[in-house]
Nanobody
């Protein structure tokens, strides 16, 4: 049974940093495309960053590029989202997602419907 569990959310200030973790079980992370999403105020899931399962290349949405860093530790079956220079607009519920063999096409992270495995989400609040 595949499980994804996010941790590390909470409250932070504009300009601050936070690190989210996604602990997985029941899968071999090396075989999966993985991604981080944020559910915005309009309830839409926005793809922020992803890793292509085929070559491990990492992609970022323009809104977080240069501020957020995604990484993975295959041995620990865990992946991470380091968030720096956090903005008010970064607030929301963050989800990690995984899908076996998922690749990136056209340089854009796959949309939410491409993933079958999801964490339950974790809140990130940004307030001064």
């Amino acid at each position: 049974q595949v499980q994804l569990v996010e941790s590390g959310g909470g409250m932070t200030q504009p300009g601050g940093s936070a690190r989210l973790s996604c602990q997985t079980s029941g899968l071999n992370l090396a075989d999966y495309g993985i991604g981080w999403f944020r559910q915005d105020a309009d309830n839409k899931l926005r793809e922020l960053t992803c890793i292509d399962s085929r070559d491990g290349k990492i992609y970022y949405d323009g809104s977080v590029k240069g501020r957020f860093t995604m990484s993975r530790d295959i041995a620990k079956n865990t992946f991470y989202l380091q968030m720096n220079d956090i903005k008010i607009s970064d607030a929301g519920v963050y989800y990690c997602a995984a899908e076996v063999g998922l690749g990136v096409v056209g340089g854009h992270c796959p949309r939410d419907w491409s993933y079958d495995e999801w964490g339950e989400g974790i809140q990130v609040t940004v307030s001064s």
